[in-house]
């Protein structure tokens, strides 16, 4: 079964559309599921990243977060999801 990959995000927010797009071509290799969740429809993610997104964790772990680096990315995903 694949792991689970969270994506803290919001509407119109570029950087954020980048980072999904990453995501879903790391998907392919790394086999994992993408969650998404708009920081602007939970309180907490709000609090916790309205400064720091997109925020991305795994097992309630943050594993990056604004600016995303691809290359980085999937070095810190595939350590957390071995």
């Known amino acids: 079964m694949p792991g689970e990959v969270v994506l ?3 509407k ?5 559309d980048e980072t999904a ?8 290799d790394l086999r994992f599921t993408l969650t998404t969740v708009d ?3 939970d309180p907490q993610a709000l609090t916790d990243y309205n400064d720091v997104i997109p925020v991305i964790a795994v ?8 600016p995303v680096d691809e290359v980085a990315l999937r070095e ?4 957390a999801l071995g």
């Open 8 to 10: 803290y995000t919001r």
């Open 12 to 16: 119109e927010c570029g950087l954020c």
């Open 21 to 28: 797009a990453m995501l879903r071509r790391l998907s392919r």
């Open 39 to 41: 920081i602007d429809e």
């Open 59 to 66: 097992g309630g772990r943050i594993v990056s977060q604004a």
């Open 76 to 79: 810190a995903l595939s350590a």
